[in-house]
């Protein structure tokens, strides 16, 4: 189903309990007339999820790129030492996890800033890229986009659309003198959870297209003199899915699959530091 499809079957099932709480409301009244048969609002199970979800979309519809997300934690970090190798980790919700204790942790010791914002696609990310990118003065950016550009977390995009964006994002990075490591999209799998339920994961992520994607973000990054990050051969089994053992919902890394991919990170920010801004 459509981002647009599900968005709106949403909103009439809100707006359905809505008719089926006020004639329930009208039906206690006195009336002239027979009033029409009606349910409480009590039986719309679903009521204050569809409300909370509703809710969310409401803040995102004010704040689209969620600028407001780290504007707080941005106006309290202090500007970048001379000599500090600080770097920004840009993306969608495989980074913003990284930072979670159970996620094994984020490079302790190290000045790195994560900046990712879960469900987030890179129409997203341009229009943060100076507040949560630029204007941190890292030295290195790396950016993980694109999964959530296919599963059409904002609506259709086709592959050219997210290469463009992706263009976009490390051509502002070198504009204002900031290396730019590119990272491969991540493999994905479909995965039972801990309920036994299979969370199908390739239908909205379609392994070929991000494949495809891929091939494109290491020919641009070697083409244009920027690193690229390649997460694939090391997270995906062999037949090319997300390895089962490093992630617990088939799309997210779990503290091993970070493990597996810190080291990775580490080696392409040294690799950055070399080249010249």
Same mark, same amino acid.
């Given at each position: 189903?459509?981002?647009?499809?599900?968005?709106?079957?949403?909103?009439?099932?809100?707006?359905?309990?809505?008719?089926?709480?006020?004639?329930?409301?009208?039906?206690?009244?006195?009336?002239?007339?027979?009033?029409?048969?009606?349910?409480?609002?009590?039986?719309?199970?679903?009521?204050?999820?569809?409300?909370?979800? $509703?809710?969310?979309?409401?803040?995102? @519809?004010?704040?689209? +790129? !969620? #600028?407001?997300?780290?504007?707080?934690?941005?106006?309290? &970090?202090?500007?970048?030492?001379?000599?500090?190798?600080?770097?920004?980790?840009?993306?969608?919700?495989?980074?913003?996890?990284?930072?979670?204790?159970?996620?094994?942790?984020?490079?302790?010791?190290?000045?790195y800033v994560d900046r990712g914002i879960g469900g987030q696609t890179t129409p997203q990310m341009i229009l943060r890229f100076r507040?949560?990118?630029?204007?941190?003065?890292?030295?290195?950016?790396?950016?993980?986009?694109?999964?959530?550009?296919?599963?059409?977390?904002?609506?259709?995009?086709? $592959?050219?659309?997210?290469?463009?964006? @992706?263009?976009?994002? +490390? !051509? #502002?990075?070198?504009?204002?003198?900031?290396?730019?490591? &590119?990272?491969?999209?991540?493999?994905?799998?479909?995965?039972?959870?801990?309920?036994?339920n299979l969370i199908v994961q390739t239908e909205r992520r379609p392994p070929e297209k991000i494949l495809a994607l891929n091939e494109?973000?290491?020919?641009?990054?070697?083409?244009?003199?920027?690193?690229?990050?390649?997460?694939?051969p090391a997270t995906a089994d062999e037949k090319g899915y997300l390895k089962s053992e490093i992630t617990n919902d088939g799309l997210?890394?779990?503290?091993?699959?970070?493990?597996?991919?810190?080291? $990775?990170?580490?080696?392409?920010?040294?690799?950055?530091?070399?080249?010249?801004?």
């Amino acid at each position: 189903m459509e981002w647009g499809e599900r968005k709106v079957k949403r909103m009439l099932g809100l707006v359905a309990c809505m008719q089926l709480s006020a004639a329930g409301v009208w039906a206690q009244q006195p009336a002239t007339r027979a009033p029409t048969e009606a349910r409480p609002a009590s039986d719309c199970a679903q009521l204050p999820e569809m409300q909370k979800q $509703l809710d969310g979309d409401a803040r995102r @519809l004010k704040d689209w +790129a !969620e #600028l407001d997300h780290y504007r707080a934690a941005n106006a309290a &970090l202090a500007p970048a030492a001379k000599d500090e190798a600080r770097v920004v980790f840009m993306g969608d919700s495989i980074t913003d996890m990284w930072q979670l204790p159970k996620s094994g942790g984020f490079f302790p010791g190290k000045p790195y800033v994560d900046r990712g914002i879960g469900g987030q696609t890179t129409p997203q990310m341009i229009l943060r890229f100076r507040a949560d990118v630029i204007a941190l003065q890292p030295k290195v950016v790396v950016i993980l986009a694109g999964t959530n550009d296919i599963a059409g977390n904002t609506g259709p995009m086709t $592959l050219q659309e997210t290469e463009g964006n @992706l263009a976009t994002m +490390a !051509e #502002l990075a070198r504009l204002h003198g900031i290396r730019v490591v &590119l990272s491969s999209v991540m493999p994905v799998n479909d995965v039972a959870n801990a309920d036994g339920n299979l969370i199908v994961q390739t239908e909205r992520r379609p392994p070929e297209k991000i494949l495809a994607l891929n091939e494109w973000i290491k020919k641009y990054a070697v083409d244009n003199g920027y690193v690229y990050l390649d997460y694939f051969p090391a997270t995906a089994d062999e037949k090319g899915y997300l390895k089962s053992e490093i992630t617990n919902d088939g799309l997210h890394p779990n503290a091993q699959g970070y493990a597996v991919m810190g080291p $990775l990170a580490e080696k392409a920010i040294q690799e950055a530091l070399k080249k010249k801004p």
